[in-house]
């Protein structure tokens, strides 16, 4: 299922902030209006800052299946910022790391051909998976973010995770107590390019 949270001010008349990540962003377990990316729209909202936050998560989603919609996804809504959440279902399934690198790679120079920047959330995956795999999966990101030139949290579910009080029964994914803290984790690095742009646009 493809979500989209959508302001009432038409996305013509106001820049776009494009959420595109898997379950974790896409409210699953919870009321969409308790979602960080909601409350995103009411942060942004409330210090003045006039973006549309629209979310095209999906339950489940891979790398791959972000490369099959990046290009349909950035033609339709034309973002100025793009947050990239994907990855953690490749690594639950075992994905080759190489191949999880190199999707979100196509999916981020997508992004810059079109003109978009890119904050990249940085996922962990659960210990079982074997210390090595772990690790190169959690690597993929960084060496992304450095080559890429993009900003990134390098733990989106930091202070989170952690806590079972912030989680859902399944062990993965954050209840509706834990959205505040998504949103705190990432708002700086969201925050530090819309005022970069906005410096720009009044020079």
Known sequence: MILFLVNNISAYDTPVILVFGDSLSAGYGIDIEDSWPMLLQQQLNNEDYEYQVINTSISGETTEGGI????????????????????GNDGLRGFPPKLIKANLERIINTCKNNGTN???????????????????????YREIAHELS????????????????LMQNDGIHPNAAAQPKLLENIWPAIQSIINKGKTLTTQ
């Open 150 to 165: 993009v900003p990134w949290i390098e733990f989106f579910m930091d202070g989170v995770a952690q806590n079972s009080n």
């Open 68 to 87: 099959n919609r990046i290009e349909i996804a950035l033609k339709t809504f034309n973002p100025e910022l793009l947050i990239l959440e994907l990855g």
């Open 118 to 140: 890119v904050v990249l959330l940085g996922i962990r995956i659960p210990m079982n998976y074997g210390q090595r795999y772990m690790n190169t999966f959690e690597q993929i």
